[in-house]
Nanobody, 118 residues
């Protein structure tokens, strides 16, 4: 099972970025996919989650500024982030939860750096 994240980069405050995460290596689709982030010196925190059925959940810090979605036909998850702030600077990780088959568990992507300049 592999998760490949992409889309990070350097953006000015107020700008936008879209992150992508592609899941592969399992017959089954993840029951939930999430984005987490970790800033220097801080713990990893949940940014947003989308279930297989499309239910979404956001951290308070990202509500109203981001949209998480997934294309189940492409096994890809997206995070559209708008009105970015310097405090959004972090490494963003994608996560997938598998609850079927013999590969049950949580899987992580390699992380993609998001840097927001003031």
């Amino acid at each position: 099972v592999q998760l490949q994240a992409s889309g990070g980069g350097l953006v000015q405050a107020g700008g936008s970025l879209q992150l992508s995460c592609t899941f592969s290596g399992s017959f089954f689709r993840p029951s939930a996919m999430s984005w987490y982030r970790q800033a220097p010196g801080k713990q990893r925190e949940l940014v947003a989650t989308v279930t297989l059925g499309g239910t979404t959940n956001y951290a308070d810090s990202m509500k109203g500024r981001s949209t998480i979605s997934r294309d189940n036909t492409q096994n890809t998850m997206y995070l559209q982030m708008n009105s970015l702030k310097p405090e959004d600077t972090a490494v963003y990780y994608c996560n997938a939860e598998l609850d079927q088959g013999n590969q049950k568990g949580a899987y992580w992507g390699q992380g993609t750096q998001v840097t927001v300049s003031s």
